[in-house]
């Protein structure tokens, strides 16, 4: 009996032993499987959301040229459409680093004229120009999507084709971001088709809002390409409120603005205001102030405002509205509405204290103006 | 995924409406958005005072319970 009961320990000792080298040994493989599994479910829903924006980018532009008599053959349509959404803009060189701003943006600039030609050929010169203006941001839109989708997919096949385990483990912890991201994208699309203002048009609306309370000088202007000025006056000083053209989506072209006006007066302050990403923990809505330009994007504006502002020694002030990410795309929130009034007050607060009566201060509204005219 | 539809509720909570503003008086209208409105767009006149109404505001607010 003791040998019987000893046979069947070593037995089952022997099963445990097998069982935990197949588990040891294969462990990697199974939870390999178990990622792809689950990556794969992540680009079905990526692949489904870039499809629903594609099909309501579609339906969009379709009803926009039917509104405007305009026949646009499906076929044309979709074509037209895939290649704007496959299309790339290639940063310039930083071999030689020297003028490499000019070089962004010569490129920025070109790029944006090829997109809004894009559009315009859709609709055959007969929509007016903010509704291309909107068709354009629709199909960057679109085209910043599929590139998520492109590159997520780009990994999930390079890990399959080599069994990358440490690829697919970082992809797929880093995907929820990504679909959040696109989520958030097919969002804005809502905002931007019908030209309502969305987060990153607090700028321009404070300074339309400045506008309606100073005493005008003159209405807004096109002082440069998608870029309005006004002069107005507040509490003895000469106030000149810049913006992107509205009611279109643009961001202007604010810094040959700023220096346009440099040429023609004698700021003694420049004020900046603009959305800014917030902190996780902090308040959408609550507004700040301080130095510098407050201008988003790849650096190129902002270099170009610092440049004149400090070949001048003029001060630059700057006040922010904090948001989210999402936020900052899709449809302006009533919160952020309101944080416009407090920017405002902000705005006023700065001019009083840091200048004095006869002073020329320069304010711009940065950010895009869509829904925002002036 | 789970993430996804709650996003996609969370935005059907909110509707866009328009605030008018007259710049006389400064009364204030709240009203459902009209596609084509834009912040600054004059779209009348005050029934109060006669004034210049524009379009002030444009946002997005959380809709109001159904009791």
């Given at each position: 009996m003791f040998n019987a009961f000893q046979q069947s320990d070593i037995t089952s000792w022997i099963a445990w032993l097998i069982l935990f080298t197949i588990l040891v040994l294969f462990s990697r493989s199974l939870e390999y499987y178990r990622l792809l599994l689950e990556v794969k479910k992540f680009i079905d829903q990526m692949n489904y959301s870039v499809n629903a924006a594609f099909n309501d980018v579609f339906n969009t532009l379709k009803s926009i040229a039917r509104r405007f008599g305009v026949d646009a053959a499906d076929p044309f349509l979709r074509g037209k459409m895939l290649r704007v959404a496959d299309s790339v803009v290639i940063s310039p060189t930083d071999?030689?680093?020297?003028g490499i701003v000019e070089k962004y943006k010569h490129i920025l600039t070109s790029a944006d004229r090829y997109l809004l030609e894009e559009v315009s050929s859709i609709f055959k010169g007969k929509a007016p120009r903010e509704v291309v203006e909107n068709a354009r941001t629709l199909l960057e839109i679109l085209r910043v999507m599929t590139l998520y989708l492109k590159m997520v997919k780009h990994y999930y096949i390079t890990a399959r084709r080599y069994k990358s385990y440490m690829l697919l483990f970082q992809l797929r912890y880093l995907l929820p971001q990504i679909l959040e991201a696109i989520e958030t994208l097919k969002r804005a699309l809502t905002a931007f088709a019908k030209g309502v203002p969305v987060g990153d048009s607090v700028g321009p609306l404070t300074a339309f809002r400045l506008y309606l309370r100073f005493k005008k000088v003159t209405p807004f202007r096109?002082?440069?390409?998608?870029t309005v000025a006004a002069e107005t006056e507040f509490e003895g000083r000469r106030v000149i409120i810049v913006k992107a053209?509205?009611?279109?989506?643009n961001v202007g072209r604010l810094d040959d603005a700023l220096e346009k006006i440099f040429n023609l007066y004698d700021p003694k302050a420049v004020i900046t205001v603009d959305a800014a990403l917030k902190l996780e923990g902090e308040i959408s809505g609550s507004v700040a102030e301080g130095i510098g330009v407050a201008i988003g994007g790849i650096g190129v504006e902002k270099f170009n405002i610092e440049k004149i502002a400090t070949s001048r020694r003029v001060p630059l002030y700057a006040v922010v509205i904090k948001m989210s990410e999402e936020e900052a795309i899709t449809a302006l929130r009533d919160y952020l509405d309101r944080a416009v009034e407090l920017a405002v007050r902000t705005v006023e607060r700065i001019i009083l204290r840091y200048t004095n009566k006869g002073d020329t201060v320069v304010v711009v509204g940065v950010g895009n103006t869509v829904g925002v005219g002036q | 995924m789970r993430l996804v539809q709650a996003k996609q509720r969370e935005e059907e909570k909110f509707e866009i409406v328009e605030v008018l503003k007259c710049m006389s008086c400064g009364e204030e209208i709240v009203d459902r958005f009209r596609e084509g409105d834009y912040v600054g767009k004059a779209v009348g006149k005050c029934k109060r005072c006669g004034g210049d109404l524009i379009v002030y505001s444009i946002n997005a607010r959380r809709r109001e319970r159904q009791s």
């Amino acid at each position: 009996m003791f040998n019987a009961f000893q046979q069947s320990d070593i037995t089952s000792w022997i099963a445990w032993l097998i069982l935990f080298t197949i588990l040891v040994l294969f462990s990697r493989s199974l939870e390999y499987y178990r990622l792809l599994l689950e990556v794969k479910k992540f680009i079905d829903q990526m692949n489904y959301s870039v499809n629903a924006a594609f099909n309501d980018v579609f339906n969009t532009l379709k009803s926009i040229a039917r509104r405007f008599g305009v026949d646009a053959a499906d076929p044309f349509l979709r074509g037209k459409m895939l290649r704007v959404a496959d299309s790339v803009v290639i940063s310039p060189t930083d071999l030689d680093p020297f003028g490499i701003v000019e070089k962004y943006k010569h490129i920025l600039t070109s790029a944006d004229r090829y997109l809004l030609e894009e559009v315009s050929s859709i609709f055959k010169g007969k929509a007016p120009r903010e509704v291309v203006e909107n068709a354009r941001t629709l199909l960057e839109i679109l085209r910043v999507m599929t590139l998520y989708l492109k590159m997520v997919k780009h990994y999930y096949i390079t890990a399959r084709r080599y069994k990358s385990y440490m690829l697919l483990f970082q992809l797929r912890y880093l995907l929820p971001q990504i679909l959040e991201a696109i989520e958030t994208l097919k969002r804005a699309l809502t905002a931007f088709a019908k030209g309502v203002p969305v987060g990153d048009s607090v700028g321009p609306l404070t300074a339309f809002r400045l506008y309606l309370r100073f005493k005008k000088v003159t209405p807004f202007r096109e002082i440069v390409e998608d870029t309005v000025a006004a002069e107005t006056e507040f509490e003895g000083r000469r106030v000149i409120i810049v913006k992107a053209r509205g009611p279109g989506s643009n961001v202007g072209r604010l810094d040959d603005a700023l220096e346009k006006i440099f040429n023609l007066y004698d700021p003694k302050a420049v004020i900046t205001v603009d959305a800014a990403l917030k902190l996780e923990g902090e308040i959408s809505g609550s507004v700040a102030e301080g130095i510098g330009v407050a201008i988003g994007g790849i650096g190129v504006e902002k270099f170009n405002i610092e440049k004149i502002a400090t070949s001048r020694r003029v001060p630059l002030y700057a006040v922010v509205i904090k948001m989210s990410e999402e936020e900052a795309i899709t449809a302006l929130r009533d919160y952020l509405d309101r944080a416009v009034e407090l920017a405002v007050r902000t705005v006023e607060r700065i001019i009083l204290r840091y200048t004095n009566k006869g002073d020329t201060v320069v304010v711009v509204g940065v950010g895009n103006t869509v829904g925002v005219g002036q | 995924m789970r993430l996804v539809q709650a996003k996609q509720r969370e935005e059907e909570k909110f509707e866009i409406v328009e605030v008018l503003k007259c710049m006389s008086c400064g009364e204030e209208i709240v009203d459902r958005f009209r596609e084509g409105d834009y912040v600054g767009k004059a779209v009348g006149k005050c029934k109060r005072c006669g004034g210049d109404l524009i379009v002030y505001s444009i946002n997005a607010r959380r809709r109001e319970r159904q009791s």
